[in-house]
Nanobody, 122 residues
């Protein structure tokens, strides 16, 4: 059973930075792309970054590329999301997901993590 567990969330000041981690377990070799999504209460999920099965980073927009950096260890069993310039309007719950390919389409997702919360406040 593949499991994804996020960590690294917590409080951060406006304009601050935080690094999230996603650990993938239950498989020896990770064939999946690992994406990061975020969500505000009552809003749709927003795709922010992804690292593909070949290790390439993909972002949905230039603004996301400027705010986030996705990286991983060689086996892509640990995937990281560096977040900069956080502000209180940013959606607070971040999820990692195992995807068939890097995409913002939810149909591309095979497994989800449980989420980690980022609280941006002064």
């Amino acid at each position: 059973q593949v499991q994804l567990v996020e960590s690294g969330g917590g409080p951060v000041r406006p304009g601050g930075s935080l690094r999230l981690s996603c650990v993938v377990s239950g498989i020896t070799v990770n064939p999946y792309a690992i994406g990061w999504f975020r969500q505000a209460p009552g809003k749709e999920l927003e795709w922010v970054a992804c690292i593909g099965s070949s290790g390439e980073a993909t972002y949905p927009s230039d603004s996301a590329k400027g705010q986030f950096t996705v990286s991983a260890d060689n086996a892509r069993r640990s995937v990281y999301l560096q977040m900069n310039s956080l502000n209180p309007e940013d959606p607070p719950v971040y999820y990692c997901a195992a995807q068939y390919l890097c995409s913002g389409q939810l149909t591309s997702i095979k497994y989800w993590g449980q989420g980690t919360q980022v609280l941006v406040s002064s």
